[in-house]
């Protein structure tokens, strides 16, 4: 009875809207940490601004806080510890320094958008035959695609199994590959994981990797990688998608084949597609933030993250993707592959 007497006394006495708002729910202090990504001067502008952008919207949300201060710390480990201790209530971490370091009450909140070709479909038919129609858009990450030339005998008969399903462990274990870096998200390390969905059994000694085909070329550029898989001086490749939207390579093509092949589309097939792997997550201090308090932060975030002109562009976020636990198991299996 009670509420609706002060309900109707805001409506008979016609008072300032604000007069009836929600309470609102004060903060004293919000800390924002980053690994260091941009140059000083960058730092503090975008530091600035994005204090702001924060206060104004969160306030429209029921929220009013004190003092907003955005920190960068050395590296991701050292992130992670002081979310764990509390002095920084959320931060923008790599999920991999988020899995290697994570705690009980440090949980990943959104993953960051960046501009990247969007796949509708990981079917084979599709990223073959629909690739060049596949636009830039903001995406959670990116994916990374295993490569053959279906030039030579080898490339033509892996593509023909792969479309059909019947790809064995024997008919790639031997074959020349070409890979990048050990710590290669896309070049080495999720193609691991391919591999051992592919054809594996788990992990310890049923698991197969990079590390377990005979013949693998690492540490190799992605110039390299591609001239080496157009000449058939490689007969697997692993790189992001889509390298093959790099028109530079049909010169190469064009001086290899002459008019035998159109462009990198035509010459160069897809046999595998890795899952996906996340870019940059937000992560929070579940003891320092409530549940309200945590959907008000995102929302901010995917609010901020929405106009083209938005400070996060300064450091290549187009937006904020809300995720959990659950979206980082591949890459979570991936780790283990790689645990000792």
Not at 96 to 124: I, Q, R
Not at 191 to 196: K, V
Not at 219 to 224: K, P, R, S
Not at 295 to 321: H, M
């Amino acid at each position: 009875m009670k509420k609706i007497l002060v309900l109707l006394t805001c409506l008979i006495m016609m008072i300032p809207v604000s007069g009836c708002r929600q309470k609102v729910t004060e903060i004293d202090r919000l800390v924002i940490g980053f690994t260091p990504k941009t140059s000083s001067s960058e730092i503090q502008e975008f530091s600035r601004e994005l204090q702001n952008s924060i206060r104004e919207q969160i306030h429209e949300l029921g929220f009013e806080i004190g003092t907003i201060d955005i920190v960068f710390t050395t590296s991701n480990l050292d992130l992670i510890d002081q979310i764990e201790k509390g002095n920084i209530d959320l931060g923008l971490v790599s999920p991999m320094g988020y899995l290697d370091n994570k705690e009980s009450h440090v949980k990943p909140l959104a993953v960051t958008l960046t501009l990247d070709n969007v796949l509708e479909s990981t079917d084979l038919s599709y990223v073959n035959d629909r690739a060049m129609e596949i636009q830039a858009e903001k995406a959670p990450g990116y994916y990374s695609f295993i490569y053959v030339n279906i030039a030579s005998a080898t490339g033509r008969d892996l593509y023909d199994k792969a479309l059909k399903d019947t790809m064995k462990w024997d008919d790639v274990k031997d074959l020349r590959w070409c890979v990048g870096s050990p710590a290669s998200l896309d070049t080495y390390m999720y193609p691991s994981l391919w591999l051992n969905q592919k054809f594996g059994r788990g992990f310890g000694n049923s698991r197969r990797t990079v590390r377990d085909l005979s013949n693998a070329e690492s540490h190799l550029g992605y110039f390299d990688m591609m001239s080496r898989l157009i000449n058939q001086e490689c007969d697997v490749m692993c790189r992001y998608a889509d390298m093959r939207k790099e028109v530079r390579f049909d010169e190469v093509i064009f001086s290899r084949y002459g008019s035998q092949y159109d462009d990198m589309y035509d010459l160069i097939r897809v046999i595998g597609v890795t899952p996906l792997i996340y870019n940059d997550i937000v992560v929070f201090n579940s003891k320092n933030i409530s549940a309200p308090y945590q959907k008000a932060l995102l929302t901010v975030l995917q609010v901020i993250g929405e106009p083209d002109d938005s400070i996060l562009r300064r450091i290549n976020i187009y937006g904020f993707q809300e995720i959990s636990e659950k979206d980082l198991k591949d890459m979570q299996d991936m780790l283990n592959l790689f645990d000792k």
